[in-house]
């Protein structure tokens, strides 16, 4: 499975963007990019995943880089409850989840 | 509702003393999971089954036991518990095509004294 780095921890605005970064500079042609977050303690709640596509769902965006070496998760208008620890993973289709450290994100009033 | 439901959420025992910790999901998924969550080691899968009756190991099985008898359930068993298990675990679920897909309860805090 690819290496992911993500930064520690990012603040955010209530109401603004959220853009949290990934680093994937070692992916494979056959893995995709996984996004998930975790609110405290809570479990882990899958957000959206894309192979080399942007893709946009209820929840979020995923912007790929065309290298596929990096990615963004976007989080149009982040609020209070967004609150959390979201997850960068890459690895192939189908395969076992396995979480790293992530990226703390708070979200301020 | 579509739901993974995990219980206890919390559970305080003592050393050796057989516990069982179930799962149930709403969703009809053929693939379930277990998982620990421990600080600076991440999540590590202990055991999944890809349909009734099928399991396997996962990263870290040892001192745990799972069964798969009904689609909708997968209880973990600590046979004897110790205190190196005291954790957070989750139940995921999950289409067994889709298995990056999880649904994840909402964690049961094992203490084990």
């Known amino acids: 499975d690819a290496k992911t780095t993500q930064p520690p921890s990012m603040d955010c605005a209530e109401g603004r963007a959220a853009n949290l970064p990934c680093n994937h500079s070692?992916?494979?042609?056959?893995?995709?990019v996984y996004w998930y977050r975790q609110i405290h303690s809570q479990g882990p709640q899958y957000i959206i995943h894309?192979?080399?596509n942007n893709e946009t769902n209820e929840m979020a965006s995923l912007i790929i880089t065309e290298d596929r070496k990096s990615s963004t998760l976007i989080l149009p208008h982040a609020t209070l409850r967004d609150t959390a620890v979201y997850y960068c993973?890459?690895?192939?289709?189908?395969?076992?989840?396995?979480f790293g450290k992530g990226t703390k994100l708070t979200v301020n009033p | 509702e579509a739901q993974v439901t995990q219980n206890p959420r919390y559970l305080i025992t003592v050393t050796g003393k057989k516990l069982t910790v179930t799962c149930s999901q709403n969703?009809?998924?053929?693939?379930m999971s277990w998982y620990r969550q421990d600080p600076g080691l991440g999540l590590r899968q202990i055991y999944y089954?890809?349909?009734?009756?099928?399991?396997d190991k996962g990263d870290v099985p040892e001192g745990y036991k799972v069964s798969r008898k009904e689609k909708r359930n997968f209880p973990l068993i600590l046979e004897s518990p110790s205190p190196n298990q005291t954790s957070l675990y989750f139940c995921?679920?999950?289409?067994?095509?889709?298995?990056?897909?999880?649904?994840f309860g909402q964690g049961t805090r094992l203490t084990v004294v």
């Open positions: 995921a679920s999950s289409l067994l095509d889709r298995a990056t897909e999880a649904f």
């Open positions: 070692t992916i494979s042609g056959n893995e995709y």
């Open positions: 894309g192979l080399k």
């Open positions: 993973i890459a690895f192939p289709w189908n395969e076992k989840l396995v």
């Open positions: 969703m009809n998924h053929e693939y």
């Open positions: 089954s890809m349909n009734v009756e099928v399991t």
